[in-house]
């Protein structure tokens, strides 16, 4: 009976919250901010007119795109009636209008093109989220991004917990997006970038009185954790400790890691759905003691706030913000804070980080290196010049051809930038790797030549040092030490034993 009654409490509970959430699109509450969509699709019209959407700003709860005709002769759109008007830059009609994100819209463009003026109908599609990616971070707010003053503020925590004496904080080498603080009698204070606090409390033990509101009270021993952060699930699988994942934000057909599907496929794990649209009710039902989410849940405080008034502390997990491509593995150091096996993290932490070891005397080969995917309204989406990814061929002995000119300085790890601007950058790279895990992995060249022409002017294509990477690279937190090795073994041209990289002929 009890249960049961939980169970409706927890629907309602839903229901009053998500009722009197701000705007939304198609179940995915955009917090305010300005976004560069993840993908873009069009269709209608002749064929002869393209359409781009280079970003989407949210504010108070309203959503706006930006859309970009390549032709000077539409003057206006009609969007559920309402008509508004282009501003014009050069060869383009440049419209600002109402959207909606992750679902089909219609927009009607006006051409005067033709002998008389023409309604011309379009369906179009703004994607922010939709799919796993690599760094799960790159989607979050630039609100929510965390100024150096922040960074600092983290190395100066305040480790007072009343009633508790500190003995030592644990020692990082990478990782500079957490901190863990040991105490008397078992207890752990887990700080995070974005400064939210978590107090582990022992098998047995009592929360001090006097304990800040703020600070979170997570429970040992975890039995039920629902991991909705996919970069986190191999750390855990690291620490041989899916037995505590009992829930998963991801369906069994989207996991790359093998015992993560088989514990899906035995019933040992379950979905409880996306990040956005949690099942509050098998959530409660099964006793859920902590919720990990990825940056992705900023984009749905409401959800956030929904799971917390169940009394479910949510950490969220920043490792894709960390500056040096082994601080993201380090975090298997935090989770295994949480289920008390930091011996096995120190070890398997070591393995990664003596591939990096082994590689810090070679010498720079000089050879440049472009990352990258094609959108689907065309764009090309490259990597930062500050990301991990541009320090992963560094360390591995290659030249990242972007830099911050090209990159700019936004805190955002994915950067959106045109075919002509790529071409000018990577035209002369000496390998050009394809970021299968966002778009579908390259099969041949002429897969790459089919999403631009331009392609078969690239040094890398003419060299045959075309490559891709396939879809469990974003979930492999875990061995990003042995993807520096197989760009290292790229460079050199010593290529068996890859595990992430395919040359693509």
């Known amino acids: 009976m009890r249960t049961s009654c939980r169970r409706v409490f927890a629907v309602l509970l839903a229901l009053v919250i998500l009722c009197g959430a701000g705007a939304h699109a198609e179940g995915a509450i955009l917090a305010d901010g300005e976004y560069i969509p993840d993908g873009f699709s069009f269709s209608g019209g002749s064929g002869k007119v393209t359409i781009t959407c280079p970003k989407v700003v949210v504010a108070a709860g309203k959503v706006t795109a930006t859309l970009v005709f390549s032709s000077p002769n539409y003057p206006r759109v009609t969007v559920d009636g309402a008509e508004y008007a282009a501003g014009h830059d050069g060869d383009s009609s440049i419209f600002q209008i109402p959207a909606q994100v992750n679902a089909d ?27 796993g990616a690599m760094d799960e971070a790159a989607d979050a707010p630039e609100a929510e991004r965390r100024s150096e ?51 582990v409390v022992p098998e047995g033990g009592a929360a001090p009185e006097g304990l800040d509101g703020s600070v979170r009270v997570v429970r040992q021993p975890l039995r039920c954790v629902y991991l909705a952060a996919t970069a986190s699930m191999a750390l855990f699988d690291a620490l041989d400790a899916l037995d505590v994942v009992r829930l998963s934000g991801t369906q069994a057909s989207g996991w790359y890691i093998e015992n993560a599907v088989e514990a899906m496929e035995r019933g040992d794990m379950l979905y409880a759905g996306k990040y956005s649209e949690p099942d509050y009710e098998l959530l409660l039902g099964e006793g859920c003691d902590l919720a990990i989410e990825s940056t992705m849940i900023l984009h749905t405080p409401k959800v956030q706030e929904m799971i917390e008034q169940l009394g479910i502390p949510v950490l969220i997990e920043r490792s894709s913000y960390e500056a ?34 082994a590689l810090k005397d070679f010498p720079n080969t000089e050879k440049k290196v472009a990352f990258f995917y094609i959108a689907s309204d065309g764009g090309v989406v490259v990597r930062s010049a500050r990301d991990y990814v541009a320090g992963m061929i560094e360390l591995a002995g290659g030249r990242y051809v ?17 075919m002509e601007d790529f071409y000018a950058a990577a035209v002369d790279a000496d390998y050009l790797i394809y970021n299968g895990s966002i778009d579908a992995p390259l099969n041949s060249v002429d897969d790459l030549l089919g999403k631009s022409g331009l392609f078969a002017d690239f040094k890398a294509v003419r060299s045959g040092d075309v490559w891709s990477t396939d879809r469990y690279l974003y979930q492999a937190t875990d061995i990003v030490g042995e993807l520096i090795a197989d760009i290292n073994r790229m460079l050199l041209g010593e290529t068996e034993g890859m595990r992430f990289l395919k040359r693509v002929a």
Do not use: C
Not at 108 to 131: C, K, L, N, Q, R
Not at 340 to 356: M, S
């Open 324 to 357: 040096h491509p082994l601080g993201r593995t380090e975090w298997v150091k935090l989770y295994a804070a949480l289920v008390d096996r930091e011996a096995q993290a120190e070890a398997f932490f070591d393995e990664q980080a003596a591939v990096i070891d």
């Open 402 to 418: 972007f830099d911050d000119a090209l990159t700019g300085e936004s805190a955002r790890s994915s950067i959106s930038i045109s």
């Open 149 to 199: 003053a922040e960074r600092v503020a983290l190395e100066n925590r305040d480790r007072t917990v009343p009633g508790l004496i500190w003995r030592r904080e644990l020692p990082l080498k990478y990782a500079r997006e957490f901190a863990v603080d040991y105490y008397d009698g078992g207890y752990k204070l887990l700080t995070i970038g974005d400064g939210n606090r978590y107090l």
């Open 105 to 131: 819209m219609t927009v009607v463009g006006t051409t005067t093109a033709m002998s008389a003026p023409h309604d011309v109908e379009y369906t179009i599609h703004i994607s922010i989220g939709e799919s």
